[in-house]
């Protein structure tokens, strides 16, 4: 079966300072990777997916993430933190077929000035 | 462009009362479409999705029901409300298209229920 896990509850940042939010994952076959942002008492927002090719996928909002095979990562990034980037993220996994993503238990980002 | 509409926003309702909870899809046609439920604005639950009329799969047993009476409406409800149905609901929808799975879901903005 398909899984997320989100190791960090809650990270912390300054304001300019490079941010980092993890996610590992597992399947069976070839993982197909997305990451969500969500502000309070709103809606998910797509941020970006990993499909295929380049490990390096860019995103809305100057994030990316970095698919990483071996060991079965694919962690959000952003090289310079906004006060405005603080939300609840949610890293998903879908494995293969039409069905459901699978999300992780996501992770609140607090960027402080 | 395509737009996912929840209806209300927001709703307070007494324990036992029923609940129906619309959301519908403009700007596609045969959608998937996502019921889930955040609890203290953290982890998502998957409670139903449909991937045609009438085709309801359910992923959790609970006092809650869904339906699809058109293509782009997906409606949730229950008889009698549990506090424990207290929560936000999030409706979502993604492309049908045979067995692809890189296509992405995309969120409505959520109805807030509290049952008291």
């Known amino acids: 079966a398909q899984s997320v896990a989100q190791p960090e509850d809650q990270v912390n940042v300054a304001e300019g300072n490079p941010l980092t939010v993890k996610c590992t994952y597992s399947?069976?076959?070839?993982?197909?990777l997305f990451w969500y942002v969500q502000y309070p008492n709103r809606g998910l927002q797509f941020l970006l997916k990993y499909i295929t090719g380049d490990n390096l996928v860019k995103g809305s909002y100057g994030f990316e993430a970095e698919f990483n095979k071996s060991q079965t990562s694919f962690h959000l990034k952003k090289p310079s933190a906004l006060v405005s980037d603080s939300a609840l993220y949610f890293c998903a996994v879908r494995e293969a077929g039409n069905t459901p993503l699978v999300f992780g238990k996501g992770t609140r980002l607090s960027v402080i000035a | 462009s395509q737009t996912i509409h929840q209806w209300p926003a927001t709703l307070v309702q007494p324990v036992g009362s029923p609940l129906s909870l619309e959301c519908t899809v403009e700007?596609?046609?045969?959608?998937?479409l996502y019921w889930y439920r955040q609890a203290a604005g953290r982890g998502l639950q998957l409670l139903f999705y449909?991937?045609?009329?009438?085709?309801i799969s359910s992923e959790v047993p609970q006092n809650l029901s869904a339906s699809r009476p058109q293509d782009r409406q997906f409606i949730l409800s229950s008889k009698k409300l549990l506090l424990s149905d207290s929560g936000f609901y999030l409706c979502?929808?993604?492309?049908?298209?045979?067995?692809?799975?890189?296509?992405?879901?995309?969120f409505g903005p959520g109805t807030r229920l509290t049952v008291l």
């Open positions: 399947v069976s076959g070839n993982p197909y």
């Open positions: 979502a929808w993604s492309v049908l298209r045979d067995t692809r799975p890189r296509d992405t879901q995309y």
């Open positions: 449909s991937v045609g009329i009438g085709q």
């Open positions: 700007g596609t046609s045969n959608p998937n």
